[in-house]
């Protein structure tokens, strides 16, 4: 334990005595969503992000600590492990240096050195190597292995020289050095594919060539996705010659003898026929996993923004799902989110039935008092919003719509989970409750879809995908235990990222709720089946119990905490001074700090401080765009390259990362987030044809 807390100390910003805190709670049982909010003293105040990095580090490092064991006891058990080799295991920091420095331990079948070995050809292998003897002695020596396997002089050389490429190129300084010079100065060539399309989506990344040590994240992605796709190939460059020479003034012995030039050409078919190839390999591993790591990260910040979007509140609303041919979907939710009514309208092509579809809209207007419309995004959804503009203009309503992302609605309509809610709506109404229930309370709906159906982020079918389930489960369940839960309305699918609970449990609670009622204390929790006392010290916090018995429940005070809040009435909290109250109280400052903020915002949502849903009731028309024009828009998807905006068009338009900011960035992320409105945002380009818009922030506010 005591060699990982170093290594973990060494890895992270973390202080060793917060590690070892941290790893006996990990050990326990803990949550990161428990530790980060209520073991702040234990952990140095670790953020739940600072402690899912840890998470990870840890595993890693715990399997280095494991592989450079069983890598010692396998040398130990095949030859003998020395001083040097010791030293250089306890010295890799990575799974890639250490399995370097077992290669040559490792047993090599069906290679064309180990059949070399296997014919007894080592001893002439090795004065080969001390290069001593001259071309004709050498050549004299090799007559005397010429027997089974080997037939004649030329293949006793021959293997003896298999011998040595296989040795050079298991060296672990050659590995390093070539690595790093690949990674450094490599170039990856890209060049067409045997399925090559010249007017297909990777017509631009053809005949380039992109520095190993620059290439944008994405755009490997890219290149390997076309690559998989056989329109792309590629290969990794590095100036060879340079090595070449290297070798001969390095790797050959001063005093060779006239054989060196075999010697040479040995290291040289190692070089070329087994290291670069190897080598190659682990760059672009080592490639795949930095972008792999970028685009899941960006795609949990996407998601965090997305799932962070204020609710809309106190508002009955309906819900759009677009459609030509089978119509408009319509779903009324009241301001609970409890579905009221379904309808269906044909305002667009082929029907155009523009006066019984208004007819049928205002009347669910008038009959539930409807005073907010989501629109969802895809197919038709610029002909609904124009129906919906038309509406406001003739009948002068203001039914102020806006246009919500449906990518996953089809795919919840159709999951158990919508059967289980809804089981006696059709699958397209499902859909249009879903698109209305995301815009009143974005997190609770979009919970039950699986993340990667949400349309946000880049690649995400080409990455890890354990990985990427990974992060979005972190990234969902880290905010929605820093938001709260209602126990008493909440769907089993966000019950289940409550920490400690888990979708089994999860079950439970909405079982003991549907047969005793709504829960009136947090210590209820203690009667639904399976949750024990570590479930729930875990969750206690996490949940909220409005006009329960307790004031407290509907806040994230832990109930462990309740006796020091109950001493804290009735004082002038702002006035407290933290450092003497906590000594006073025999609590943590930091708790002490949590505490007050709760009483001082009971039942405070950090939604709420973020800007609203910006609605509209009007209509952009791309054909009214010029360059040098100011629009508005809503961001929808931001990737490592550029941010996509909805501004009422029926594709969204595009800002270049370098359009952002007249300052330089790195990251999109840097100015934007996901569903940030942008008031002012000028047109840089326009293809009428494809209806693409380019736009830009630099001269905009």
Known sequence: ????????????????????????????????????????????????????????????????????????????????????????????????????????????????????????????????????????????????????????????????????????????????FIYGAMMRFGSLEIKKGKEFDEKGVFANFADKSEKVAYIPSHRYLGVMRGVKEKQLSVKITIDVESIEKNIREYKIPRNASSSKELLFEAYKDGLKRLLLPSIEREVHAELKIKADMGAINVFGKNLNQLLMTPPVANRVMLGVDPAFVSGCKLAVIDENGNYLKHDVIYPTAPKNDYNTSKTKVLSLVKNYNITAVAIGNGTASRETQEFFARLNKEENINLAYTVVSEAGASVYSASKLAQDEYPNLDVTIRGAISIAQRLRDPMATLVKIDPKSLGIGQYQHDVDQKLLEKKLGDVTGDLVNRIGVDINSASTSLLAFVAGIGEKIAKNIIAFRDENGNF??????????????????????????????????????????????????????????????????????????????????????????????????????????????????????????????????????????SKMSQKRIKHPLEVLSLNQYLPQIEVVSIELEKGKVGLSLVGGV
């Not at 992270?12 to 941290?22: F, M, P, S, V």
């Not at 370097?100 to 064309?112: A, F, H, L, Q, V």
């Not at 070399?116 to 080969?128: C, Q």
């Open 1 to 176: 334990m005591q060699k990982l807390i170093k290594l973990l100390t060494e890895k992270t910003a973390l202080k060793q005595e917060h590690i070892a805190n941290i790893l006996k709670l990990l050990g326990e049982g803990a949550t990161i969503p428990f530790i980060a909010r209520y073991r702040k003293e234990m952990s140095g105040g670790a953020s739940d992000e600072v402690l899912r990095d840890f998470e990870l580090i840890y595993e890693s490092s715990k399997k280095l600590l494991e592989r450079k064991e069983e890598i010692s006891r396998l040398i130990e058990q095949r030859a003998t492990l020395s001083e040097a080799i010791k030293k250089s295991i306890e010295e890799a920091d990575t799974l890639r240096v250490l399995e370097d420095i077992y290669r040559p331990y490792k047993e090599k079948k069906n290679s064309r050195a180990q059949s070399a070995i296997d014919s007894g050809l080592t001893p002439l292998a090795d004065a080969l190597g001390n290069a001593k003897l001259s071309l004709a002695e050498f050549y004299i020596l090799a007559k005397n292995f010429i027997k089974g396997e080997i037939k004649s002089v030329e293949e006793a050389v021959k293997g003896a020289q298999d011998i040595l490429a296989e040795r050079y190129a298991d060296m672990p300084r050659e590995r390093e």
């Open 520 to 657: 009136r204390a947090k210590d209820e929790l203690l009667k639904v089946k399976g949750l024990g006392k570590k479930a729930y010290e875990q969750a206690a916090g996490f949940i909220r119990i409005k006009n329960g018995k307790n004031s407290f429940d509907n806040s994230g005070i832990h109930p462990e905490s309740y006796g020091v809040a109950k001493k804290l009435d009735g004082l002038e909290l702002e006035k407290i001074d933290i450092k003497s109250k906590a000594l006073e109280l025999e609590v943590g400052e930091e708790t002490l700090k949590d505490i007050i903020k709760e009483l001082l915002k009971p039942g405070f949502d950090p939604r709420e401080d973020l800007p609203p849903i910006p609605f509209k009731n009007d209509i952009t028309d791309i054909k009214m765009l010029k360059e040098g024009s100011f629009v508005s828009g809503v961001v929808r998807n931001i990737a490592d390259f550029g941010a996509f905006v909805d501004i009422g068009l029926k594709n969204d338009g595009f800002i270049h990362i």
